[in-house]
């Protein structure tokens, strides 16, 4: 889904979902390197035409947000990230972050925890 964007598109709707609603200005403020209102604009028209981006009219003009909902778009980064890294095995993801326990909080690992747990209960009904 987001992975078919290029670059700086998706650069942009990360900053969407890291921001919220934003205007034109306070996505270039947050872009690395300066980019022009109307190339932004432009990326924005496009994103809003492949549906990943609705606009509203505000009382600072045009605000814009993803139109895809972050849980959503998540689950299909994550998708494929199993698919190219890891031939497709979730166990195996799986395994690599727990090979990160080191930088895991105890509270991260119990979630960890209850989630597979949670998996387990779910599996069983």
């Keep these: ?10 650069e942009i709707v990360d900053i969407l979902y890291a921001k919220g609603a934003s205007t034109v200005s306070e996505i270039g403020d947050s872009l690395p390197d300066d980019l022009s209102g109307s190339a932004i604009r432009a990326m924005l028209k496009r994103l809003e035409a492949k549906g990943f981006v609705a606009r509203k009219q505000s009382e600072r003009g045009f605000v814009y947000a993803p139109s895809v909902p972050e849980k959503a778009a998540s689950k299909s980064a994550l998708s494929q990230v199993v698919r190219v890294f890891f031939n497709g095995s979730a166990t195996s993801a799986a395994a690599a972050l727990l090979g990160m326990q080191d930088d895991m909080s105890a509270s991260e690992l119990d ?4 989630l ?5 209960e779910g599996r069983a009904k």
């Design 111 to 114: 979630e960890l925890e209850k």
């Design 116 to 120: 597979i747990a949670g998996a387990r």
């Design 1 to 10: 889904m987001l992975s078919s964007l290029p670059p700086r598109e998706r």
